[in-house]
């Protein structure tokens, strides 16, 4: 049957070159297509959870889409703002290391925009520097200084030493961040400064705060028990009733884990197309071979080859070529992951496209193999 089975395909070395170059481009661009959305959810959910594991915030908005946390922040209109006695509050729950109010404005430097944060000077390293490491100078160590991030450093064009301005308001930049990518404080694209400094150009009603920035030894733990210190101070009951969030690394990771599993979902339905246009190549090739090969099964089958026999025959010609492109698919695919660091080939996803493939092969060769079993020898050899 092997030897029968090889000499078939090499009948015609065209053909099989053309099948198996059809599952190679379809298996391979299926397979690149996982390892490359395996790739792009491990970093982001990586890096943040990695920069912004133990950062808490809390916002008087109801964010809908933590995803998009920025720009909620800048559009949405806060109904209430917090209480500054609430920070005390929340210094004393545990797990709580250090608590600091924390304000976000969009504000013209050096005749652009940008988003100025401000926390305050002496919890500023805690915070700010808790995952976040300065690529130059030091921290900010009063409302004259600011650091920056990597991104807007380079927009200005400014070092460690140079003065900017700020709303009409001259200050230092005494520190410059490295670039964290996907993080929480979004550290990559904002200047931080002093919270009295920063505030003072939001014109807040007193004693009140338009946000909170926590760290704590475990985010998740910390959210919650903020989230009912909340629901206690405000007397809510009902989380429909919320209107502010408390937002950590996690909660944005499950958000980033669903919207990527939906691209993920599209790109893969349209690599299948390719691996079904494969197997429609497989089907075609297998009935040509049965339509080259008409007198050769009559003869077998007068030579005593069941008609289960010629089935498997056919099948099996099929799979050896669906599983040679197969194998080089996954070869080719494996050595550029070795190039591309955000391909992540796993054992599952060849597992499961090797399955899809030996199913797929199988049912689109089993017509043809029935076909050719259906071959009345008489009939066949006297066809010409």
Do not use: C
Not at 22 to 34: E, N, Q, R, T
Not at 229 to 239: F, M, S, V
Not at 282 to 297: C, H, L
Not at 325 to 336: H, R
């Amino acid at each position: 049957m092997i030897v029968l089975v090889v000499k078939r395909i090499l009948s015609h070395k065209l053909r099989t070159i053309l099948n198996i170059l059809s599952v190679l481009i379809g298996a391979g661009f299926l397979l690149f297509v996982l390892g490359l959305s395996n790739g792009i959810e491990e970093k982001f959910i990586s890096t943040l959870n990695k920069l912004s594991s133990n950062i808490v915030i809390v916002v008087p908005l109801k964010i809908n889409n933590v995803l998009f946390l920025q720009r909620e922040i800048r559009t949405g209109v806060a109904m209430e703002l917090f209480k500054e006695n609430l920070l005390n509050k929340i210094k004393l729950l545990p797990g709580i290391k250090a608590v600091s109010p924390t304000i976000q404005l969009t504000l013209k430097v050096n005749n652009k925009s940008y988003q100025v944060t401000g926390i305050e000077t002496k919890l500023a390293p805690q915070i700010i520097l808790s995952n976040i490491e300065l690529e130059r100078g030091r921290i900010y160590r009063s409302k004259k200084e600011v650091i920056l991030g990597p991104i807007v450093a380079e927009d200005l064009d400014v070092k460690v030493g140079d003065s900017i301005n700020i709303e009409g308001k001259t200050v230092k930049v005494v520190g410059i961040l490295k670039r964290a990518g996907t993080s929480l404080l979004n550290s990559d694209n904002v200047i931080f400064g002093d919270y009295d400094f920063v505030k003072s150009f939001g014109h807040l009603p007193p004693k009140r705060i338009a946000a909170i920035v926590a760290i704590s030894e475990n985010a998740s733990l910390a959210a919650q028990e903020i989230l009912k210190l909340l629901d206690r101070a405000y007397g809510i009951t009902k989380e429909d009733d919320r209107w502010y969030s408390v937002i950590t690394s996690e909660s944005i990771s499950k958000q980033l884990s669903q919207m990527l599993f939906i691209v993920k979902a599209f790109f893969i339905a349209i690599s299948l197309v390719s691996v079904l246009v494969s197997l429609i190549v497989i089907s075609n090739n297998a009935y040509m071979n049965v339509a080259d090969k008409y007198r050769e099964i009559a003869t077998l089958k007068v030579l005593g080859m069941r008609n289960k026999d010629v089935i498997l025959l056919t099948i099996a010609e099929a799979l050896v070529l669906s599983l040679t492109g197969l194998i080089l698919a996954i070869v080719f695919v494996l050595i550029g992951a070795s190039f591309m660091s955000l391909l992540k080939i796993t054992i599952s996803d060849i597992v499961i496209i090797t399955l899809f493939t030996i199913i797929g092969t199988v049912l689109a060769s089993y017509f043809p193999a029935r076909h050719a079993a259906k071959i009345e020898p008489a009939e066949a050899l006297r066809y010409e």
